[in-house]
């Protein structure tokens, strides 16, 4: 494998991976971002986010001399030949993806391309589909304002959607099911299929909108098998049926595989909940009836409650009652806490009277940001603590939001009493009901 000059603009779960794996598979890799702070943290080979592996392979690379790290947009593009962009593409209040800042780094990317440069411009971000196309007239038009003579010849626009999950992020990049590559020039596509030679993927190349289109269907339908199974759960728990059975049974089904069918309190994260309401917004731009996705939404917010609502059951008034919650983040291994269950949960429970005491392995720092307003709203009635079982004292009821490993091995005499709400169907429903108060999702 050749080595290749990549830029990768952004450098958060999505850009920091890539361009970690990518220098320590070898190539020349440049990380930019416009976060003066980050940047300098990263040269020193320092974290800024929580994903189990990376800090070894970036250690890796910096060893190696095969990355380093930029605020300078002039230094990042006259350096490279391929420019990853791997910025956020939040939602808007409408569903819709928030392009702003993939928009920003076309336009300074395009500030720097020259009369005699050729640049492959890579989107890692994900974007709608239609997205490549346009940036190609935009950039070229930009160009052209510029002066640059001929400027749909001097870059093209690719689309490398990203399949990596927050917490295996290294893991899924080294290892991959699949890379898609979406172009209109084939010969390009190929030279940045070329990038992942070393790890030998099974390898999709296609134009640029049904590559576009792999990312959202893909979210889409994981998103999508998660809502379901938790409407199973809720139908389980009304006629008698054991939902981990029900998913076990369906699993074996090769047809429907087993991943995805974990009943719980619903799904978070950057990706499925804005992915399938971009999904939902592009669909009725050209006149579709996206039934089975908004449906997927809605059930996932009603779900994400059914904790407060088991919880209600058994303990009908909450003033003054003090509620352990043990996991923040998302999921387990990250710290990220976009659109977590964990923050409608407390929410609604300080709305209900309750003291929270809230923890998590690595996400209290984000936590704390996420909960500033309702910190100075409440006081001393919403407390971080730094060990699970502090969250335990003086608790009334627990209730468990993410699935961290260090929960599957408790100390079960401290939960005697005490209300246990169980999000993720970690415990085994015998032992629990023999100690305390126990409820989890869609089991008898």
């Known amino acids: 494998m050749s080595t290749k000059r990549i830029a990768v603009i952004g450098t958060g779960y999505v850009g920091l991976v890539s361009g970690a794996c990518f220098a320590y598979l070898g190539h020349k890799v440049i990380g930019l971002d416009i976060d003066e702070t980050k940047i300098e943290r990263l040269k020193r080979g320092e974290i800024p986010i929580y994903e189990p592996g990376l800090d070894k392979i970036l250690q890796r690379a910096l060893e190696k001399g095969n990355i380093e790290f930029t605020t300078d947009y002039a230094y990042a593009v006259k350096n490279s030949d391929f420019i990853f962009i791997a910025v956020g593409t939040p939602s808007k209040e409408d569903g819709s993806a928030d392009l702003s800042y993939v928009e920003s780094a076309y336009r ?4 720097q391309i020259g009369d005699e440069d050729f640049k492959v411009i890579v989107n890692k971000s994900t974007v709608p589909v239609g997205t490549g196309r346009w940036a190609k007239e935009f950039i070229a038009e930009l160009l052209r304002k510029r002066g640059i003579k001929n400027p749909e010849e001097r870059f093209e626009v690719v689309s490398n959607p990203e399949f990596l999950r927050e917490g295996k992020a290294v893991e899924d990049f080294m290892n991959p099911d699949r890379v898609v590559v979406g172009a209109d020039n084939r010969d390009i596509a190929g030279m940045v299929a070329s ?16 590559a576009e289109m792999i990312k959202y269907a893909s979210n889409a339908f994981l998103a999508t098998k998660i809502s379901f199974i938790n409407e199973i ?6 006629t008698g049926a ?11 089904d090769h047809r429907i595989s087993p991943y995805f069918l974990g009943a719980g309190c619903g799904f978070g994260g950057s990706c499925f909940p804005k992915d399938v309401k971009a999904l939902i917004y592009t669909a009725k731009q050209v006149d579709g009836e996206p039934k089975i996705l908004e449906a997927v939404i809605e059930v996932n917010e009603r779900q994400k409650l059914k904790p407060v609502e088991k919880l209600l059951k058994h ?3 909450l003033e003054g009652k003090t509620v352990a919650v043990w996991g923040l983040a998302f999921k387990p291994e990250t710290d990220d806490m976009r659109e977590a269950p964990s923050i409608p949960i407390i929410r609604k429970l300080l709305e209900l009277g309750a003291t929270v005491k809230a923890y998590d392995p690595v996400a209290l720092q984000n936590a704390k940001r996420v909960f500033s307003r309702e910190i100075e709203k409440y006081g001393e009635r919403l407390q971080f603590v730094t060990e699970k079982d502090k969250a335990l004292e003086g608790a009334n009821a627990l209730i468990l939001v993410t699935e961290w490993e260090e929960f599957r091995d408790v100390d079960f005499d401290k939960l005697t009493g005490k209300v246990v709400i169980d999000g993720r169907n970690l415990w085994e429903p015998s032992v629990m009901k023999s100690i305390c108060t126990y409820e989890s999702i869609g089991r008898p």
Do not use: F, H, W
């Open 108 to 111: 300074s990317i395009a500030e």
């Open 195 to 210: 990038l992942y030679e070393k790890l030998q993927p099974a390898m999709i190349i296609t134009d640029l909108p049904t």
């Open 233 to 238: 759960a809720n139908i389980c728990e009304a």
């Open 242 to 252: 054991d939902v981990t059975v029900v998913a076990r049974g369906m699993g074996l």
């Open 315 to 317: 303990i009908p008034n």
